[in-house]
């Protein structure tokens, strides 16, 4: 299970050098390995660099929960690389909705959101929430780690597949390859850890293909409160 505690007094050690930009932070503990040699990924890193005013208008859109998302992932050790989940999920967009159903920040089912205890209904969808869909989406991630025995390619490809899709395609063709994005998955999952692997490879040196990142303060957003009745949004700004 994910343990998170937020705001300021009690983050991770790792957050706590205010004198660094948060870029400086996510980079510095990024975990995943590079691939920004890959002619996949090479390809998506074109595709950023063709689209840059929807990769800012999304790193814009990012400021109000990136703080609380990177202290989430850092708090559990975890790669640093799955803040930036939510960019190619949902563009950070945490009232993003798919065709098929998932919705949220994380872009999760409903099957998967309510294996997690997420509330869904008429009145309220928890994978709506920032707090509740973040702690879900990393106990998910982590529950998967570990179902592939410490691979983060699958685990990470198998958030977006199923980890079904992906350990009969692991299954099939059992010659190992050097990505999981080169075996026989949907088009949507082999597409998925490249561009979240192009992002890194951006974030990690924004020179070199040309990108100059906007301020990410190292601070908390937000805080959360609790109400004890539904408000409309109109009372809560009373209250």
Same mark, same amino acid.
Request: hydrophobic content about 40%.
């Given at each position: 299970?994910?343990?998170?505690?937020?705001?300021?007094?009690?983050?991770?050690?790792?957050?706590?050098? $205010?004198?660094?930009?948060?870029?400086?932070?996510?980079?510095?503990? $990024?975990?995943?390995?590079?691939?920004?040699?890959?002619?996949?990924?090479?390809?998506?890193?074109?595709?950023?660099?063709?689209?840059?005013?929807?990769?800012?208008?999304?790193?814009?859109?990012?400021?109000?929960?990136?703080?609380?998302?990177?202290?989430?992932?850092?708090?559990?050790?975890?790669?640093?690389?799955?803040?930036?989940?939510?960019?190619?999920?949902?563009?950070?967009?945490? $009232?993003?909705?798919?065709?098929?159903?998932?919705?949220?920040?994380?872009?999760?089912?409903?099957?998967? +959101?309510?294996?997690?205890?997420?509330?869904?209904?008429?009145?309220?969808?928890?994978?709506?929430?920032?707090?509740?869909?973040?702690?879900?989406?990393?106990?998910?991630?982590?529950?998967?780690?570990?179902?592939?025995?410490?691979?983060?390619?699958?685990?990470?490809?198998?958030?977006? +597949?199923?980890?079904?899709?992906?350990?009969? +395609?692991?299954?099939?063709?059992?010659?190992?390859?050097?990505?999981?994005?080169?075996?026989?998955?949907?088009?949507?999952?082999?597409?998925?850890?490249?561009?979240?692997? +192009?992002?890194?490879?951006?974030?990690?040196?924004?020179?070199?293909?040309?990108?100059?990142?906007?301020?990410?303060?190292?601070?908390?957003? $937000?805080?959360?409160?609790?109400?004890?009745?539904?408000?409309?949004?109109?009372?809560?700004?009373?209250?």
């Amino acid at each position: 299970q994910i343990q998170v505690k937020y705001p300021v007094d009690q983050l991770p050690c790792k957050l706590c050098y $205010f004198d660094k930009s948060l870029w400086q932070v996510l980079r510095q503990n $990024f975990k995943l390995k590079q691939a920004d040699d890959d002619p996949v990924v090479k390809e998506y890193i074109k595709s950023y660099q063709a689209n840059k005013h929807c990769f800012y208008t999304t790193i814009a859109r990012s400021q109000m929960y990136m703080h609380y998302i990177l202290a989430a992932v850092l708090q559990n050790d975890l790669p640093a690389e799955l803040a930036l989940l939510p960019y190619v999920e949902s563009n950070n967009d945490p $009232f993003a909705h798919s065709k098929a159903g998932a919705s949220g920040l994380w872009q999760m089912m409903p099957s998967v +959101a309510s294996t997690l205890k997420l509330h869904i209904d008429y009145w309220r969808d928890d994978r709506r929430d920032i707090v509740l869909s973040t702690e879900a989406a990393l106990t998910h991630l982590k529950s998967l780690h570990k179902g592939f025995a410490g691979n983060w390619e699958y685990a990470i490809s198998a958030y977006n +597949a199923g980890q079904t899709r992906v350990k009969r +395609a692991l299954r099939q063709e059992p010659q190992a390859k050097k990505h999981i994005w080169h075996y026989s998955l949907a088009q949507e999952t082999k597409q998925y850890l490249p561009k979240l692997l +192009a992002l890194q490879a951006i974030i990690a040196n924004p020179e070199k293909y040309g990108f100059t990142l906007p301020e990410m303060k190292n601070s908390p957003y $937000f805080s959360t409160i609790s109400l004890k009745r539904n408000y409309a949004f109109s009372q809560i700004e009373e209250i």
